[in-house]
């Protein structure tokens, strides 16, 4: 009689993981748009409250949030055409884990060229 494996199926393995990082980006990037759509949403009410919530955002804590919701939409919209592919093309799955690692090698050449350029601004260095 077979037995049934202990504790997940997948043990950790690299399509676990980029199931992992793709929920949590998902909910990271929606709850700054709803927070974002909230806040927008405020110059109908009043002009004044807009002015005061947007003039709290021009931190540096803020900015280096920006600096992750860049890194989550990176990673989230190159995983999604891994997904993609894995679905439609007859070879995706055989290529799953390959595929994992060219999103992480793209999305960190991306971050990178964005980083500097973001920080310079966020901590008035330029």
Not at 14 to 39: E, K, P, Q, Y
Not at 100 to 113: E, N, Q, R, T
């Amino acid at each position: 009689m077979p037995t049934k494996p202990a504790g997940t199926l997948y043990r950790g393995k690299v399509g676990m993981w980029s199931w992992v990082l793709h929920r949590i980006t998902g909910v990271a990037i929606f709850f700054f748009l709803l927070v974002h759509v909230l806040d927008t949403s405020l110059v109908r009410l009043s002009p004044e409250a807009y002015n005061a919530v947007v003039s709290t955002y021009k931190t540096p804590l803020v900015g280096l949030g920006e600096l992750g919701l860049v890194a989550a939409i990176l990673y989230h919209a190159l995983n999604g055409v891994r997904v993609i592919l894995i679905d439609f093309w007859r070879k995706g799955v055989k290529y799953q884990n390959v595929m994992f690692w060219v999103v992480v090698v793209v999305a960190l050449i991306a971050f990178a060229g964005f980083a500097p350029r973001h920080l310079i601004h966020v901590f008035h260095l330029g």
